[in-house]
């Protein structure tokens, strides 16, 4: 089901005569604010922005691999072209457009941007219809549990309790703690991140002989109970990336070089270091983000391949399509400065946008050991994020992203939407214009420095089909 309008107006025009660009900042007439301006001059904003920093690389003489051409751009445009705007919507509020180089507006010209794209996109997005309390135990313990609900949820349900807030908050932690819970990391965490693989990456044996089955198991027991703890201590999501905890045995513990761990039990450890902060710093993880091709046992990191997972995760970003006469990926290398350069015109417009914020996780190797050198020397952790800020090594990268984190808090809804779409079966897949408007819904409507609160918004709130 469509949730967008024909009349939809955001009114684009490329005219460099209404801004001017001073030391990569717009200067627009001001008429209005993301927050607090009408429809129309937010519109007429935006369009200066657009034009002044968008248009020079999206017209149909320098065409992107994106395909969007905004130097034409008419009324209805987004209505007529929601995937385009969508994806144009998650790279400006990840950072990632314009590119590295390229002049760039202040945060102020972004939030008016993405509020008028938002408003576009959502014009004829009627608020998601509320479920019954009964639909509400039936979503959440698919959700939560991926089983049908127990007595007590049951009970809440038949008695209309669930329309309450206090008491649907009270049954996720309560579901949360339950041993049940598990089956939400396996199902829905696991596969998200990419962890499901981490059975089939297999590291070159004469490279990292130490590496053996114990040690794949006990990485993937360390990122479970990560994500138990984070959900059963309602944190906030962000934390995914930057908590000062993990969970260790000893055999995990000696490959990490933290001392003091013994024995086979896991158990939580606070962290001394920052560079194992957080889901980056965990070895099931960089494991899966180096180079694992099927067959061929892995001998390197890939920076491009552990920043395009950076970007796709944390971002909600993905790379835009190599143009047609791209030449092939080059076989697995190791990182040199050689291996280093980008290449030539037009292609290096969007390999800067990702390849050097890879260089910032080279520092572990692709199973996850810490390292200062390597067989070719000193290891380069430099490199620069989406926007051109210079990072150097993980603990940089970390900060920076966490500049950004509605970008994260979007992503991780939209998955979650898209996963509970998934687990009702009268409900229908969302597009992912669809997607990313109910995740601005959801994310409106609850707390979203809080697991519950967003949990609670996306089950009290029908699938598409279920709505009509």
């Known amino acids: 089901m469509r949730i967008f309008s024909k009349s939809v107006i955001l009114v684009v025009v490329f005219a460099g005569g209404w801004s001017s660009v001073l030391s990569g900042q717009a200067?627009?007439?001001?008429?209005?604010?993301?927050?607090?301006?009408?429809?129309?001059?937010?519109?007429?904003?935006?369009?200066?922005?657009?034009?002044?920093?968008?248009?020079?690389?999206?017209?149909?003489?320098?065409?992107?691999?994106?395909?969007?051409?905004?130097?034409?751009?008419?009324?209805?445009?987004?209505?007529e072209d929601p995937e385009v705007w969508t994806r144009a919507y998650r790279q400006l509020q990840a950072g990632t457009m314009p590119p590295v180089g390229a002049s760039r507006p202040g945060?102020?010209?972004?939030?008016?941007?993405?509020?008028?794209?938002?408003?576009?996109?959502?014009?004829d997005a009627a608020p998601a219809a509320d479920a019954t309390s009964q639909e509400i135990a039936e979503r959440l313990?698919?959700?939560?549990?991926?089983?049908?609900?127990?007595?007590?949820?049951?009970?809440?349900?038949?008695?209309?309790r669930l329309a309450s807030p206090a008491a649907l908050d009270?049954?996720?932690?309560?579901?949360?703690?339950?041993?049940?819970?598990?089956?939400?990391?396996?199902?829905?965490?696991f596969p998200w991140l990419g962890l499901d693989r981490l059975g089939k990456a297999e590291p070159d044996k004469t490279r990292y002989p130490d590496y053996d089955v114990s040690l794949r198991d006990a990485m993937a027991t360390e990122t479970e109970l990560f994500?138990?703890?984070?959900?059963?201590?309602?944190?906030?999501p962000i934390e995914l990336w930057n908590a000062?905890?993990?969970?260790?045995?000893?055999?995990?513990?000696?490959h990490y070089g933290i001392p003091g761990v013994t024995g086979a039990q896991f158990r939580r450890v606070a962290l001394s270091a920052p560079e194992r902060a957080g889901l980056l710093g965990q070895g099931s993880v960089l494991m899966v983000i180096s180079r694992h091709q099927q067959g061929q046992d892995v001998k390197y990191t890939s920076p491009a391949a552990r920043a395009i997972w950076v970007r796709?995760?944390?971002?909600?970003?993905?790379?835009?399509?190599?143009?047609?006469?791209?030449?092939?990926?080059?076989?697995?290398?190791?990182?040199?400065p050689q291996t280093r350069a980008l290449p030539a015109e037009?292609?290096?417009?969007?390999?800067?946008?990702?390849?050097?914020?890879?260089?910032?996780?080279?520092n572990f190797d692709p199973i996850g050991r810490w390292r200062t050198d390597d067989q070719y020397g000193p290891v380069d952790a430099s490199g620069t994020f989406v926007d051109g800020t210079p990072t150097n090594g993980v603990v940089e990268l970390r900060r920076v992203l966490l500049q950004h984190p509605d970008a994260f808090r979007t992503t991780i809804t939209e998955k979650l939407l898209d996963y509970a779409s998934a687990k009702s079966p009268s409900a229908s897949r969302m597009a992912a214009p669809d997607t990313l408007i109910r995740a601005r819904q959801v994310l409106h409507g609850a707390t979203p420095t809080r697991w519950s609160s967003i949990i609670a918004a996306i089950v009290r709130a029908k699938p598409p089909k279920d709505a009509a």
């Open 312 to 336: 796709m995760h944390f971002l909600g970003a993905t790379p835009p399509q190599p143009f047609p006469n791209a030449q092939p990926v080059k076989p697995e290398l190791p990182i040199t």
């Open 141 to 160: 313990a698919l959700l939560l549990w991926n089983s049908p609900p127990d007595t007590s949820l049951l009970q809440d349900a038949q008695r209309n």
């Open 346 to 362: 037009p292609c290096v417009n969007c390999h800067r946008n990702f390849f050097p914020l890879g260089y910032a996780l080279e």
């Open 227 to 236: 994500l138990l703890s984070q959900l059963r201590e309602d944190r906030d």
């Open 170 to 189: 009270r049954q996720i932690k309560r579901m949360l703690q339950d041993e049940r819970a598990h089956a939400f990391v396996e199902r829905f965490f």
């Open 244 to 254: 000062n905890y993990t969970f260790l045995n000893d055999r995990l513990a000696r």
């Open 27 to 79: 200067t627009v007439q001001r008429s209005g604010s993301a927050a607090g301006g009408s429809g129309a001059a937010q519109s007429t904003e935006a369009a200066q922005v657009v034009g002044t920093f968008c248009a020079g690389c999206h017209n149909g003489v320098m065409r992107s691999p994106s395909g969007a051409l905004l130097d034409r751009f008419d009324t209805g445009r987004i209505a």
């Open 107 to 123: 945060q102020p010209a972004y939030d008016v941007v993405l509020a008028s794209i938002e408003a576009a996109l959502g014009a």
